[in-house]
């Protein structure tokens, strides 16, 4: 998406009214609720010069209908060619004189829009986001200009074999389910969207029960959550957007994509969802698949030569969470990769070596820690915890999380995975009978190719 966003002026706090709800929350942060369900959420960071503030809709893929699949990521981008009072050159140079950053990304489970620049500004970008999130007003022409815009983004993610095999995964995890849906949705539905469409998906999810807005840095928490009241406080309440948990199917689906010498390999399992008991399946990724003394980058990479890049973790969400192994391999090697990715899988469901758990818990708990680091990724998580959780986990309980996790624990991890069966994406150059044989190999009953 273009960068730009749009400055209401400077906001008079004497003249804001204060919120309804007040939380204070450990380590200083600061969560407050207005009347209308926006939860504003205050990370002080005093040693810091600048401010993110971020403003998180529960608003993605898996809320859409199969008719509107791609809605919301059109939602993104259009967000930013003008508003009731502001053109798309004006939002661009305002946020520009400024000096900020903006960014915006849409996902399965949210939206969001970004901004980061001089702590002192961060009451104007929190007006500036609020304007652009609740009075875009989708000009027909920009509507015109930017579908071609969006239909060269679906073209360079159709010739992408890696983000095929990932689309392919999830629907070999869960069907026809919405959970299922590419972000992108589907060049049909990008060509067919009108104004009216927006307009009406906009006042449906973009409402109070399903916003937050957070804010970290070097700001004063009253005046940081009166700049929201004022920017939020009329949103409409709504409906909470919730959907259910999805059923796992497993399964092989592949498909052919031309022009490469690879073929692209996406293979996981279901795990809990953010809500349940997930931290075991965090440290059975890390233990399996990060770092060059892992299992599948010492054996796979390192002493076998079958791949290049591989890679390990775990995608835990609100309704959902997913264990993926991705990895690029030659076709001649598919075969002997599967075997070897197999038997250590089964290897990991017997016995945990004890230097293995602890190198993998470290490594979880550090990249925790530079997650609490960076502004921009404590407020994605802190927005993810009060989507799902309705609470933030503060730092202490998220370590004490990993640091309980047992040798036993992570086995039986891995043990449950091989249970439920394995899903894969394939997508590459894939030789004849790769999906039937990928599919005995993993113990999957199961193959389907993909036109």
Same mark, same amino acid.
Not at 2 to 29: L, V
Not at 126 to 143: K, R, T, Y
Not at 381 to 400: K, P, S
């Given at each position: 998406?273009?960068?730009?966003?749009?400055?209401?002026?400077?906001?008079?706090?004497?003249?804001?009214?204060?919120?309804?709800?007040?939380?204070?929350?450990?380590?200083?942060?600061?969560?407050?609720?207005?009347?209308?369900?926006?939860?504003?959420?205050?990370? #002080?960071?005093?040693?810091?010069?600048?401010?993110?503030?971020?403003?998180?809709?529960?608003?993605? *893929?898996?809320?859409?209908?199969?008719?509107? %699949?791609?809605?919301?990521?059109?939602?993104?981008?259009?967000?930013?060619?003008?508003?009731?009072? @502001?053109?798309?050159?004006?939002? %661009?140079?305002?946020?520009?004189?400024?000096?900020?950053?903006? %960014?915006?990304?849409?996902?399965?489970?949210?939206?969001?829009?970004?901004?980061?620049?001089?702590?002192?500004?961060?009451?104007?970008?929190?007006?500036?986001?609020?304007?652009?999130?609740?009075?875009?007003?989708? #000009?027909?022409?920009?509507?015109?200009?930017?579908?071609?815009?969006?239909?060269? =983004?679906?073209?360079?993610?159709?010739?992408?074999?890696?983000?095929?095999?990932?689309?392919?995964?999830?629907?070999?995890?869960?069907?026809?389910?919405?959970?299922?849906?590419?972000?992108?949705?589907?060049?049909?539905?990008?060509?067919? &969207?009108?104004?009216?469409?927006? $307009?009406? &998906?906009?006042?449906?999810?973009?409402?109070?029960?399903?916003?937050?807005?957070?804010?970290?840095?070097?700001?004063?928490?009253?005046?940081?959550?009166?700049?929201?009241?004022?920017?939020?406080?009329?949103?409409?309440?709504?409906?909470?957007?919730?959907?259910?948990?999805?059923?796992?199917?497993?399964?092989?689906?592949?498909?052919?994509? #031309?022009?490469?010498?690879?073929?692209?390999?996406?293979?996981?399992?279901?795990?809990?969802?953010?809500?349940?008991?997930?931290?075991?399946?965090?440290?059975?990724?890390?233990?399996?698949?990060?770092?060059?003394? *892992?299992?599948?980058?010492? @054996?796979?990479?390192?002493?076998?030569?079958?791949?290049?890049?591989?890679?390990?973790?775990?995608?835990?969400?609100?309704?959902?969470?997913? &264990?993926?192994?991705?990895?690029?391999?030659?076709?001649?090697?598919?075969?002997?990769?599967?075997?070897?990715?197999?038997? $250590?899988?089964?290897?990991?469901?017997?016995?945990?070596?004890?230097?293995?758990?602890?190198?993998?818990?470290?490594?979880?708990?550090?990249?925790?820690?530079?997650?609490?680091?960076?502004? =921009?990724?404590?407020? =994605? @998580?802190?927005?993810?915890?009060?989507?799902?959780?309705?609470?933030?986990?503060?730092?202490?309980?998220?370590?004490?999380?990993?640091?309980?996790?047992?040798?036993?624990?992570?086995?039986?991890?891995?043990?449950?995975?091989?249970?439920?069966?394995?899903?894969?994406?394939?997508?590459?150059?894939?030789?004849?009978?790769?999906?039937?044989?990928?599919?005995?190999?993993?113990?999957?009953?199961?193959?389907?190719?993909?036109?």
């Amino acid at each position: 998406m273009p960068p730009g966003a749009e400055e209401r002026g400077r906001i008079d706090f004497a003249m804001i009214t204060s919120q309804k709800h007040r939380t204070e929350t450990p380590a200083n942060a600061v969560l407050a609720t207005l009347d209308n369900g926006v939860r504003v959420v205050v990370l #002080p960071l005093p040693h810091l010069a600048t401010a993110n503030v971020s403003v998180f809709v529960r608003s993605g *893929s898996q809320h859409e209908s199969p008719r509107l %699949n791609g809605i919301s990521h059109v939602m993104e981008h259009m967000a930013f060619k003008g508003t009731r009072t @502001r053109d798309c050159q004006q939002i %661009n140079l305002d946020a520009e004189r400024l000096g900020a950053e903006v %960014n915006a990304h849409t996902d399965k489970d949210h939206t969001a829009f970004h901004m980061r620049g001089h702590a002192r500004d961060a009451a104007t970008f929190i007006a500036m986001l609020g304007d652009i999130v609740q009075h875009s007003i989708f #000009p027909e022409d920009e509507l015109v200009r930017e579908r071609q815009v969006l239909l060269q =983004e679906y073209a360079g993610d159709e010739d992408d074999p890696m983000a095929t095999a990932f689309k392919l995964f999830d629907r070999a995890c869960y069907g026809e389910h919405s959970a299922a849906q590419p972000v992108i949705g589907s060049r049909a539905n990008i060509r067919r &969207f009108t104004r009216d469409d927006l $307009l009406a &998906f906009v006042a449906g999810q973009y409402t109070g029960l399903n916003t937050i807005v957070g804010i970290a840095g070097c700001v004063e928490p009253d005046l940081t959550v009166a700049a929201a009241q004022a920017a939020f406080g009329n949103m409409p309440r709504g409906e909470a957007n919730r959907i259910a948990a999805p059923s796992y199917v497993g399964g092989v689906r592949s498909r052919r994509v #031309p022009g490469g010498d690879q073929v692209h390999i996406v293979l996981g399992f279901p795990v809990p969802a953010l809500a349940d008991e997930h931290d075991a399946f965090r440290v059975a990724a890390a233990l399996f698949g990060e770092g060059m003394s *892992s299992p599948l980058l010492d @054996r796979v990479r390192e002493r076998r030569g079958l791949v290049y890049h591989a890679d390990c973790y775990t995608d835990v969400r609100d309704v959902f969470g997913q &264990f993926i192994v991705e990895a690029s391999t030659m076709p001649e090697h598919l075969d002997e990769f599967c075997v070897e990715l197999t038997r $250590l899988l089964h290897q990991q469901a017997e016995v945990i070596a004890p230097v293995d758990l602890e190198r993998a818990r470290n490594q979880v708990t550090v990249r925790t820690l530079f997650g609490q680091e960076a502004p =921009e990724e404590r407020l =994605e @998580r802190v927005a993810a915890d009060l989507f799902a959780l309705g609470r933030m986990r503060t730092q202490e309980e998220l370590l004490a999380g990993i640091a309980a996790v047992s040798g036993d624990q992570v086995r039986e991890a891995f043990a449950q995975m091989l249970d439920a069966g394995v899903a894969v994406g394939l997508a590459g150059k894939i030789a004849k009978g790769a999906e039937q044989r990928v599919a005995r190999i993993a113990g999957s009953a199961q193959a389907y190719t993909a036109t």
